[in-house]
């Protein structure tokens, strides 16, 4: 928990990914950029996919289109 400090366990079907509006932070949970953060571009909600520009490392500036469940809205905290 994000105030508490506190871990708890969830199973992975009662979780959904959370997307910033465009502009907002993201991090990429899966696949070969998994760990990378970035900033949400736009959504394609037929395809269920987001364009990420990621920040960082190698890959940095690269624009991508990801599943929805690849990404993740970051905290402000």
């Not at 990914?17 to 990378?36: A, Q």
């Not at 970035?38 to 395809?47: A, E, P, S, V, Y």
Request: hydrophobic letters at 35%; a negative charge; aromatic letters at 6%.
């Amino acid at each position: 928990m994000l105030d508490s400090g506190d871990v708890i366990r969830i199973d992975q079907a009662e979780l959904e990914t959370v997307l910033p509006s465009p502009g907002g932070r993201v991090l990429v949970v899966n696949g070969s950029y998994r760990g990378t953060k970035g900033r949400l571009l736009g959504i394609d909600t037929k395809k269920f996919q987001a364009e990420v520009e990621l920040l960082g490392g190698s890959a940095d500036g690269q624009h991508v289109w990801l599943e929805y469940e690849d990404v993740c809205k970051v905290s402000s905290k």
